[in-house]
């Protein structure tokens, strides 16, 4: 069940330290050993970080073939999917082979590692042929490849817009839709059993941490990219004629309303509400006088006015 305010699947091959990792971080204990496949169904347990509740899923380990069915690799992936951050665990004792292999599974069902959705407009359309347009140079698609890629999907009228220079994989991507894009922080554990060079070497890779659950190293360090990662937004909200309550953040999921956070702060609020008075970047004036439907942004403070 998804539960708190953020989900975090840690994926890797067996016996990285998914399990060790969990129990470290969370009041949930779950079965760690020196033999593969340990773990054999999903582990929640949450993390408190910030005033938040960020669940934090341990998985079975998977191996290659996994999007295949290959252990329960379906399942694990099937988890994975929901998460709003994706921690591929590694031994940092084995070499990127792990990485990649994990990287070409979950690419191959669609998940999108540390990418954003690709800036073309797409729409299928009745008739008309195919109309084709792009705002920047492209260096990768023309006008002719976007046509017999389409072809290939069988489509035959559609209006295209690339608003941004992006290759033949990513319109695909477009085309097919049902692409998860998803932070992913690369976390390579055991760092107590490699040399110090090789620490510096993993730890400089992009998006990557290192870490030993074993010595308990850089754990914090982890927790803090791993919030940044997650990007969650951090409501404040002010009664009338005081200030802002700074002490106790709402915390929301990038691109909630001001409905969401009627509520939060109670279930009948929403059918009470008049508007609010909402300061910070999410408005052009501060305050501006905003509807439910409104988007709230990063520590913006909310007052809430009632019918
Ligand atoms: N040296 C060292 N060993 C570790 C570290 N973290 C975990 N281990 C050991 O690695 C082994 C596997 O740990 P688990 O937590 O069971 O790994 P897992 O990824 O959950 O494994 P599965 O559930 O089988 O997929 C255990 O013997 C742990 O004690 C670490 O930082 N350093
Ligand atoms: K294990
Ligand atoms: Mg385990």
């Known amino acids: ?23 470290l971080m969370t009041s949930t ?10 773990t054999l169904t999903c582990i929640p347990g949450v ?13 079975p380990g998977i191996i290659e073939g996994a999007a295949q069915g290959k252990g329960r690799g379906r399942q694990v992936i099937a988890v994975a999917r929901t998460a709003d951050v994706v921690i591929m665990m590694l031994d940092a004792t084995k070499g990127e082979v792990q990485r990649s292999l994990l990287e070409k599974e979950l690419e191959s069902v669609g998940i ?5 959705k690709p800036n073309i407009y797409f ?28 072809h290939e999907y069988k489509i035959f009228n559609a209006e295209v817009l690339f608003r941004e220079d992006c290759s033949p ?3 695909i991507d477009v085309i097919v839709g049902n692409r ?38 850089n754990l914090d360090y982890l927790l803090e990219m791993l919030w940044e990662y997650l990007a969650l937004t951090c409501i404040y909200t002010k009664k009338r004629g ?29 059918s009470q509400f008049k508007y609010a008075l909402v300061w910070g970047t999410s408005t052009k004036y501060s305050p501006q006088r905003v509807g439910l439907t409104h988007t709230m942004e990063h520590e913006d403070v909310i007052q809430i006015v009632k019918k």
């Open 1 to 23: 069940m998804k539960s708190g305010d953020a989900r975090v699947a840690l994926i890797g091959f067996p016996s990285v330290g998914k399990s060790t990792f969990l129990s």
């Open 47 to 59: 993390i408190e970080y910030k005033g938040a509740n960020i669940q934090l899923l341990d998985l």
């Open 123 to 150: 729409k299928p359309k009745k008739g008309g042929g195919i109309s084709f347009n792009s705002t920047v140079t492209l260096t990768q698609c023309s006008e002719k490849l976007v046509q017999l890629i389409l």
């Open 242 to 270: 005081q200030r802002p309550d700074f002490t106790d953040a709402i915390i929301l999921r990038k691109g909630a309303s001001v409905e969401h956070v009627c509520h939060r702060i109670h279930r009948s609020l929403a």
């Open 112 to 116: 999108r590692l540390n990418k954003h």
């Open 29 to 38: 204990a779950s079965e760690a050993a020196s033999y593969e496949f340990t």
């Open 180 to 217: 998860v894009y998803m932070p992913c922080l690369y976390v390579y554990n055991k760092i107590d059993q490699i040399s110090m060079e090789e620490v510096d070497r993993l730890a400089r890779k992009p998006n990557s941490v290192v870490i030993s659950c074993g010595m308990k190293l």
């Open 169 to 171: 994989d990513e319109f």
